[in-house]
T-cell receptor, first 114, second 114 residues
Framework: GDSVTQMEGPVTLSEEAFLTINCTYT??????LFWYVQYPGEGLQLLLK?????DKGSNKGFEATYRKETTSFHLEKGSVQVSDSAVYFC?????????????FGKGTKLSVKP | DAGVIQSPRHEVTEMGQEVTLRCKPI?????LFWYRQTMMRGLELLIY????????DSGMPEDRFSAKMPNASFSTLKIQPSEPRDSAVYFCASRGTGTRTEAFFGQGTRLTVV
């Protein structure tokens, strides 16, 4: 079945450091890929998405590129801030037929120190 | 739109009691999902509906759990009888039918069974 694997956390960085959170997936067909973010005590919010190969999703300085050849969707940010501290989830969604649910990775907790 | 609305935000109940969690999806969305989040298991899909019909309930842990969607604007997740191991944050999410659409999450219900 479809699945998502993301790097284990927690990840601790200093402010202005470069961030990479790795995400790889297994899926049939051509899923859409997502990064969601969860701040403490809140629900999940969509951070960015890509719907086809080579698409780059971007938002709030975060970027991720849909790489079909490596089945990856790594999240990057050039300079993190304390306010980026949160849990980040990589997810995929296959469409059509009985498929239509989001499949999540286990999440990666990011802590950014001033 | 107010987004996905869940109630209550917090619920504390005694073991053996019935618990009902409620969700109002975003108007016009055709899919509704129920997830459970715990430290040990991460995010688990319990069940999802399409046009008020349950599509996949394979994630429902056992017969103590049931979910209904009587109309397009309301869903419930019921646990009867509740047990301490049911303690978790329960999220509801919804999405539209359009291709490549993302899911939107509610704030969650934090359930504590003592």
């Amino acid at each position: 079945g479809d699945s998502v694997t993301q790097m284990e956390g927690p990840v601790t960085l200093s402010e202005e450091a470069f961030l990479t959170i790795n995400c790889t997936y297994t899926a049939t067909g051509y899923p859409s890929l997502f990064w969601y973010v969860q701040y403490p005590g809140e629900g999940l919010q969509l951070l960015l998405k890509a719907t086809k190969a080579d698409d780059k999703g971007s938002n709030k300085g975060f970027e991720a590129t849909y790489r079909k050849e490596t089945t990856s969707f790594h999240l990057e940010k050039g300079s993190v801030q304390v306010s980026d501290s949160a849990v980040y989830f990589c997810a995929l969604m296959n469409y059509g037929g009985s498929q239509g649910n989001l499949i999540f990775g286990k999440g990666t907790k990011l802590s950014v120190k001033p | 739109d107010a987004g996905v609305i869940q109630s209550p935000r917090h619920e504390v109940t005694e073991m053996g009691q019935e618990v009902t969690l409620r969700c109002k999806p975003i108007s016009g969305h055709d899919y509704l999902f129920w997830y459970r989040q715990t430290m040990m298991r991460g995010l688990e899909l319990l069940i999802y509906f399409n046009n008020n019909v349950p599509i996949d309930d394979s994630g429902m842990p056992e017969d103590r759990f049931s979910a209904k969607m009587p109309n397009a604007s309301f869903s419930t997740l019921k646990i009867q009888p509740s047990e301490p191991r049911d303690s978790a944050v329960y999220f509801c999410a919804s999405r539209g039918t359009g291709t490549r659409t993302e899911a939107f999450f509610g704030q969650g219900t934090r359930l504590t069974v003592v």
